[in-house]
């Protein structure tokens, strides 16, 4: 079987810049990578990992172009990870990150799965949409809010050290 896909890159323009591709159920979630990167114009040598994605598009287990883990600590790794044993009907969200410097971030979703087609190479770049820029989109880390926490509402006057009481409630 054929699994389609559709890449999108994780940008803040208001220009969507995706490609959809054909790639084998039985290829490897590295012949994935390479498609990607040549379909968007990197040169592959840099390195980038594959998460396995919910609904919400959350980061889950990790598939990396190597294994630099500690012992016990083993991670998938592409050459090894068919991709019908990661992308599936129930699970067809991934997340692409290719370059950990730059950080260009990607949405790995499973279209559809089709037969193959007699007389077509895969993997196969079927669609381009948008050009990437010159530099990758740049990402805002934060925490999620938890807005029934507040470490200052605790009623202590912490400029006031007298209040403190540390005689009497020294550990």
């Known amino acids: 079987m ?8 994780d940008n803040d323009t208001d220009e969507d810049v995706f490609r959809d591709l054909e ?3 039985t290829d490897t ?8 990167t040549q ?6 040598m840099e390195m980038a990992s594959f998460y396995i994605s919910d609904d919400e598009w959350n980061q889950g287990e990790e598939i990396a172009m190597f294994d630099m883990s500690e012992a016990g600590n083993e991670v998938r790794v592409m050459n090894e990870t068919i991709i019908k044993d990661v992308a599936h009907e129930a699970s067809p969200k991934l997340i692409y990150v290719y370059d950990f410097l730059s950080m260009w971030t990607f949405y790995v979703e499973l279209a559809e799965i089709v037969e193959e087609t007699q007389g077509t190479d895969y993997p196969n770049l079927m669609f381009v949409h948008g050009q990437i820029p010159d530099e990758a989109p740049e990402k805002v880390f934060e925490a999620d809010q938890d ?8 009623g202590i006057d912490v ?3 007298g209040d403190l ?7």
């Not at 979630?29 to 990607?36: A, F, G, K, P, T």
């Not at 379909?39 to 592959?44: H, M």
């Not at 807005?147 to 605790?154: G, L, P, R, T, V």
């Open 29 to 36: 979630m590295e012949d994935l990578h390479n498609i990607i």
């Open 23 to 25: 790639i084998r159920e």
């Open 165 to 171: 009481d540390f005689d009497e409630n020294w550990n």
């Open 2 to 9: 054929i699994y389609r896909f559709r890449v999108i890159l």
């Open 159 to 161: 400029d006031d050290y």
């Open 147 to 154: 807005d029934a926490f507040n470490e200052f509402e605790d």
């Open 39 to 44: 379909s968007f114009g990197f040169n592959g």
